[in-house]
């Protein structure tokens, strides 16, 4: 199974690399997991990779507080807090249950806690959104229903088409492609690269392209995080690391960190690595609500030898 792609196109995948040589520090390792279709797909894609090096992988898949909020909580009811998506796995991680955790950089806080740190990023999926539904995003009609539970597509999606009625939809990607095809939205607003890591081809689609659509920080990024000091887990993971998508991912937190920002904040920013990593160019959006009210865009080009210096800088010109 494909990893990934190392920025916003493709430039090859993991199966393309040559077969790893098998470590003398090979080792039984546990990744930890999210239950959801997609986050074992991405997991298995990983432990696939981890096994090509040498590796006894074990799974251990967790339910976190944001599965339970996402299939439990009331329409409109506020997410729980920041994280609620990885802190059952950081916690396996402190506690010694796993060794290495396999997330959608996008889940991640701005913040990690203390002795935990993202150790490896496998090359990139398309980090873009897609429109289900309709081929263009001008074809829906004026009050169409919208299907998403991101506060940054409600509010690029009512700053482009303020008419339309943007319904808050949860759930997994099969939970919310099902409840499109019921009928009780008539387009939704899903990752790219959540559809093709489940092989799923839904249409009517459209791209939304970052000049419609800004990405959410880490979309299409595996991060894979593990303990400071655990040189075996660190070092096995390498194989599967990806220079180009470390430095974006990078690039794309520290505009989250410096707006203070989390997975459910209204906040956009990507990255694209050009000519070998020398330079990285970003785009960015913000606002003050999902409503899209202080809506700002930016972009920025600057050297890719200090991705976290780019992303504050990108952070004030979103600022103001």
């Known amino acids: 199974?494909?990893?990934?792609?190392?920025?916003?196109?493709?430039?090859?995948?993991?199966?393309?690399?040559?077969?790893?040589?098998?470590?003398?520090s090979a080792r039984r390792l546990v990744?930890?997991?999210?239950?959801?279709?997609?986050?074992?797909?991405?997991t298995r894609a990983v432990a696939d990779a981890?096994?090509?090096?040498?590796?006894?992988?074990?799974?251990?898949?967790?339910?976190?507080?944001?599965?339970r909020w996402s299939a439990e909580a009331a329409p409109g009811a506020p997410a729980p807090d920041k994280g609620l998506f990885v802190k059952e796995l950081e916690r396996a991680l402190l506690d010694g249950r796993a060794d290495l955790a396999v997330h959608s950089a996008?889940?991640?806080?701005?913040?990690?806690?203390?002795?935990?740190?993202?150790?490896?990023?496998?090359?990139r999926e398309d980090p873009g959104d897609v429109l289900i539904g309709a081929e263009r995003l001008e074809d829906l009609p004026d009050g169409a229903r919208v299907g998403t539970g991101s506060?940054?597509?409600?509010?690029?999606?009512?700053?482009?088409?303020?008419?339309?009625?943007?319904v808050e939809i949860r759930g997994n990607v099969g939970t919310r492609v099902a409840r499109w095809r019921d009928g009780e939205v008539d387009a939704l607003v899903l990752a790219r690269a959540g559809l093709v890591r489940l092989g799923l081809d839904v249409r009517p689609s459209v791209p939304l392209p970052a000049s419609m659509m800004v990405p959410a920080p880490g979309q299409g990024v595996l991060a894979i995080e593990g303990r400071v000091g655990d040189p075996t887990a660190t070092s096995a993971v390498?194989?599967?690391?990806?220079?180009?998508?470390?430095?974006?991912?990078?690039?794309e937190r520290a505009t989250l960190r410096a707006l203070g920002g989390g997975c459910?904040?209204?906040?956009g920013a990507v990255c694209e690595s050009v000519d070998d990593g020398a330079v990285l160019s970003m785009v960015g959006f913000m606002a003050l609500d999902a409503h899209g009210r202080g809506a700002r865009r930016g972009s920025l080009t600057g050297l890719g030898d200090d991705p976290e210096g780019l992303g504050d800088r990108l952070a004030g010109v979103l600022a103001g």
């Open 264 to 267: 459910q904040a209204p906040i």
């Open 31 to 42: 990744l930890a997991t999210r239950r959801s279709p997609l986050a074992l797909a991405q």
């Open 151 to 166: 506060p940054r597509r409600a509010a690029q999606l009512r700053v482009h088409r303020p008419d339309l009625r943007v």
């Open 238 to 251: 390498a194989t599967v690391d990806d220079a180009g998508a470390r430095a974006c991912l990078a690039a």
């Open 50 to 67: 981890l096994r090509g090096a040498g590796h006894e992988i074990e799974l251990l898949e967790l339910v976190t507080t944001g599965d």
């Open 106 to 123: 996008k889940d991640l806080p701005a913040d990690l806690p203390d002795g935990l740190a993202v150790v490896a990023t496998p090359p």
């Open 1 to 24: 199974m494909r990893l990934g792609t190392s920025g916003p196109r493709a430039s090859g995948t993991y199966a393309d690399r040559s077969p790893a040589p098998v470590s003398r």
